[in-house]
């Protein structure tokens, strides 16, 4: 059974924890609705989102897992 997001997801806690925790990725990959309420500004590496919705993002790549 597939749940359905509410919108209250903060992305840009993933990006700063990378940044405090000094780790320099090739890219980061985040599983997820796409509902989000906080994406933050974009990192200076690639970000693929793979959602289940058709859904865009500010910034990064989407695709959609079906």
Do not use: N
Request: charged fraction near 15%.
């Amino acid at each position: 059974i597939v749940g359905q997001g509410g919108g209250g997801t903060a992305f840009s806690p993933i990006f700063a924890h990378i940044d405090r925790a000094g780790v320099e990725p090739v890219a980061c990959v985040v599983l997820t609705d796409l509902c989000c309420s906080d994406f933050g500004p974009a990192p200076d590496y690639p970000v693929l989102w793979v959602t289940t919705h058709d859904t865009k993002a500010p910034w990064g790549e989407v695709i959609e897992m079906k």
